[in-house]
């Protein structure tokens, strides 16, 4: 039997048990605790409890830098793999870097500087073993956007690149901020329904924007969606260089056709990896020995020897450019950040190793703030790069330190080779690119799974590609936030039935041969009763009492005497939630009813004591089980025939 | 026994019900039923099924103009109460209606207008019979603040006036629509904790805006907060006239104590509610006896005699007006809405009848409408109003027709007698009814239950007071709002134990006496799996793990080897909650633990099969009961020593 202080006699004979009251606790404990699980739910300091002075030095070193982590323990044969890894990823990061600059609008040489400084950074700080390091394609195509509408890039090609420091010092802050300050949850309103849409509208977005270089067009519009750019390439059509066109055309299908060679067989990973260079290299000879840059096929030209120039006096702190900067580099910096996190945790899961999303959020943050003051833009861990590094075997993030070295070699020896590459094997290869990025298939999947995570995906598909990057982000958030909200506005009641043979009482619905019992109306709210649903449950509550005695009188059984609600899924209530309890109380009343309460949680027992709710129901009339509640329900049933008044009678007799 | 379709044999040897997984809806279907849900909970269209297209048509005309409802079974004893609730409400109503209209910085005869017309329509229309139509303070100094940043009343009196009917004109529009269109959920953005703090942060801010009359100051701020008017005050101190200041507070005085009166001895409500009259016909013979008007003591004037006279073509469509007209009107239309809204149903609760949100918002736009085409500004049901005609005993709507017609004598013949009354005593009026709407008590009461609420609830108050009425208006929502969203973004986890001599499983916080079960973690998630606490739901129940098993191996036990989820309270998931579900089992894998899933609602289960998770967790790890799934895991605990492997054989011979 159970505690006589939980127990109190019931109906069926047997000791039934109270639903309990938690003891109240001081505000600043139930604050610190909630603090707690809102910003701390790793509860990262657990490994610092309990240690000497000098062992907290090196964990707390360890945890900024897992590099002091890893790099005692590195070995010969990891070396070789990173090695190989690394090479393969520079082979990559080269073109792609020139690339992705050019999207910026930026000078092309920003993106080699950008695949030097940033990666050793990471190399020090990160905690993915698998991410390799560079910059991204909506992060480059954002900024050019946004910087483009304070400042043209033709016009004052110097301030922009300042303002494009500028903004990429200003998104590391925030992104380490983010990671200091445990924010990182702020990165989770991006579902993965939004990035899927977010993803494949930029991608079509970039594609469209290298119609530009493919086409060998001059001018260009400004505005990158779908409308304005068909606009822009239709009225022109007299101007398109069919040279410029069969060279793109046959660089994508080359590009494409070994990208579908590796995919069928991963052990020629290597193939789609360096043909982005192999088309870089067959480009730049063709235009070389054709001399096609002067038949309309626009080249690269002179790319500057040497490292990264340091950029700190280039930033811009004055107004009224120093708006545009913030902005821009708090959008690129959330976007960025969210690409990063998500790669790093997805192969992270592959490995089966953990990352830790705060840790990798200072780590970018840091390797922005560094890069903005070494002539370097926006970075993160794209995934194209991070996939070939996974693909050619990289065991730590020493891959990124490879891929650096081999990149700070060829800003010092090998840029002139670059003069003649063309424009437009650079839009092959973000073509190629992107084409992976337009991810229908996982579309289709979220249409059979859930259609309000499809409906997020194409407001934001179709939000990048007819308004701007920001529209779709934007509407995209708002779905999902409205999402979360509707749960909680429209909560869904269900009828409850006892399961054959079992204690256990289920919705109806999804169990047909639950059976009704006779007398008692059961239902179960499934969300927390709060301000924005409190009137809508009235409502529908009151229904479902109308509802069930119409079916009563129709079929002549015993009539309704008890409301049994089951609390297990109401998480929490507020004041709103408690003054709707006590009109359905009221009302319930009104017809006769007896309210009862099964297994309210403890946030709720809490309130519904201190709002006097449980000595107005009445303490008897909460119960731990439905089980219990329906038994003592139809003891007083059976027992005396319905007959309200006698109750507490019976209750005080038994 | 259960039907062998639902069945399976278990470890106890006993049928266990299977988890049923709900047939598939078409996407149409379920598309309407939520959407019915959302929009019809109430399902107004239930009484007109199976009827005759008579009485179709007489339930439809009851359903828009409820008075014919009412008036076949009006009785003389009806009247006879009518008769005197309406007669006390309309000698509130006129110095009201007049200090109000001077609160919006409209002409005083727009009061009487206002209580005129209005009351009439919604006496038709309404479904409350204790909402005593009339203006509101709040209301009217919203309007004059929002208006007054477009044009000023003093330069340009006449198209301030029409920008009111306009206001109006949109608030009543609003309202209509919000009704017709079902949307009357709106409202509820505004809790009850939102709702005190704004009105007494308004009552406090237009109490403020009484200083002006009763110091007697010809010049005043045209802000309204707390700081402005402080400054306003105390840089004029030497314009403090003592004459006006001295009335001032005597009024204030006699309206408090008759209040407190009536308080007391509720059969004297009569006292508290011919107080304001009584006021003014004493302010005016002091003033007319003493020619106080000379001597600093402001008057209202005269006021024309005569009904209200059209303003249909008064409404100003065009800009720049028209978007100042339609802003005001959607906020003050809310805000009216609101509170008329909030009134009728708390009347209704105690006379227990029953008010329709949505046919109410008809009303009372309806009669804001016509009230713009009419000369009246924006009215709607307010509380000390209603609360008067609640304490006189009425019966119907059709108090509210006795009052108007008191109020249309008075326009015909009574309205001279007002010249003389001095402003002082309207601000004493307004005064004393602000202080009513200071509800600290309830703040009180807020701070002792939910401390979440009550911060909504200071919010709006300071909002209102340091700020504007929109900015305490949206702080307080957007206050609202992050509470529900932070609900789902950090739902609580739970520890299950289980409770002595049951089969119930609860939270081992709430009920210190559950017990814990050897080599299995219980644990419950409280809210829908969802993208904002996907991440922080693996981080946390990782941590849980981590827990447990750091416990386990100080205390020598048994070593976990099930992880069981309750999902009772888990009322949806979308994809990225599924995705986390996913790396949840690997995690779980790999550290040798058996992932156990417990009475997923129908939602869940639905995407769970079609996501393949079921499959891959295969459908004998999910359990309807925590007391099932405990059951099979002991027994494979106990039968085979720890063995992962062999498990499935354990299944199978079973």
């Not at 990035?195 to 594609?207: D, K, L, N, P």
């Not at 297990?568 to 009109?583: H, P, Q």
Request: charged share 15%; glycine share 6%.
């Amino acid at each position: 039997m159970g505690n006589a202080d939980y127990a109190y006699p019931c109906s069926a004979g047997v000791n039934v048990q109270r639903v309990a009251i938690p003891e109240p606790q001081p505000f600043l404990k139930s604050l610190k605790y909630c603090l707690k699980e809102t910003f701390f739910p790793d509860d990262p300091l657990r490994k610092f409890k309990n240690q000497p002075a000098s062992k907290k030095l090196v964990l707390g070193l360890q945890y900024f830098f897992p590099i002091f982590e890893w790099a005692p323990q590195y070995t010969l044969q990891f070396l070789k793999s990173d090695l190989i890894a690394g090479i393969t990823i520079a082979s990559l990061a080269i073109p792609q870097g020139i690339s992705y600059a050019k999207l910026a609008n930026l000078p092309p040489i920003l993106g080699l500087y950008s695949s030097f400084i940033p990666p050793l950074i990471y190399a020090m700080m990160g905690s993915s073993r698998d991410l390799a390091v560079g910059t991204v394609a909506v992060g480059s195509l954002l900024m050019a956007s946004m910087l483009g509408r304070e400042v043209n890039y033709n016009d004052n090609p110097n301030l922009f690149l300042h303002l494009a420091f500028t903004a990429t010092f200003f998104a590391g802050v925030l992104q380490a901020s983010l990671g200091l300050f445990r924010l990182g949850f702020i990165v989770d309103v991006l579902s993965h329904a939004t990035i899927v849409g977010f993803m494949g509208g930029a991608a079509t977005v970039v594609c469209l924007q290298q119609l530009k270089s493919i086409l060998g067009l001059e001018h260009f519009t400004h505005e990158a969606d779908l409308v304005s750019v068909m606009r822009s390439v239709f009225a022109q059509t007299h101007e398109w260089r069919w040279e410029s066109a069969v060279l793109g055309w046959c660089f994508i299908f080359f590009l494409l056709v070994t990208r579908y060679f590796s995919k069928q067989r991963p052990k020629f990973f290597w193939v789609s990896a360096m043909a982005p260079l192999v088309s870089v290299i067959l480009g730049s000879l063709l235009v070389y020995l054709t001399h096609a840059e002067k038949h309309g096929v626009q080249v690269i030209g002179e790319l500057k020897k040497g490292l990264n120039p340091p950029s700190v006096t280039d930033l811009v702190f004055v107004s009224p450019y120093l708006g545009t900067a913030i902005k821009t580099g708090l959008v690129t910096g959330i976007i960025a950040l969210a690409e990063g996190i998500a790669v790093g945790r997805s192969f992270a899961m592959f490995k089966n190793y953990h990352i830790d999303g705060n840790k990798e959020m200072i780590a970018i943050g840091t390797m922005n703030i560094f890069g903005s003051f070494t002539s370097c833009y926006l970075t993160t861990g794209p995934f194209s790069r991070s996939a070939v590094n996974y693909n050619a075997g990289c065991k730590t993030a020493a891959s990124n330190i490879v891929m650096s070295i081999a990149v700070m070699l060829t800003l010092l020896f090998l840029t002139p080779l670059f003069h003649y590459t063309p424009l437009v094997v650079l839009s092959a290869i973000i073509v190629s690119a992107m084409l992976g990025l337009i991810d229908y298939q996982a579309a289709i999947h979220l249409w059979k799974i859930d259609k309000f995570d499809f409906l997020v995906c194409i407001s934001a598909y179709i939000g990048v590609v007819f308004g701007s990057v920001e529209i779709g982000l934007v509407l995209a958030v708002a779905v999902s936030i409205l999402r979360v909200l509707l749960f909680v506005a429209r909560p869904r009641t269900f009828l409850l039935g006892n399961i054959p043979n079992s204690a256990a009482y289920r919705n109806v619905e999804q169990y047909p041969n639950a059976n009704h019992v006779p007398g008692v109306l059961i239902l179960e709210i499934d969300a927390p009763i709060y301000f924005t649903n409190a009137s809508y449950l009235r409502e529908r509550i009151t229904r479902w009492i109308d509802e069930e005695e119409e079916r009563i009188k129709a079929t002549g059984q015993i009539s309704l005497q008890y409301v049994i609600m089951d609390m297990t899924a109401v998480g929490n209530i507020d004041t709103s939630g408690i003054s709707m309890l006590e009109e359905l109380k009221k009302t319930a009343e009104r017809r006769g009813l007896q309210l009862v309460l099964v297994n309210p949680g403890s946030e709720v027992m809490k309130k519904l004591n201190k709002s006097k709710f449980l000595d107005e129901l009445g303490h008897k009339w909460i119960y731990l089980t439905v089980d219990e509640a329906v038994g003592a329900c139809n003891f007083i049933l059976h027992t005396y025939k319905p007959h309200m008044k006698d109750e507490s009678e019976v209750w005080n007799n038994v």
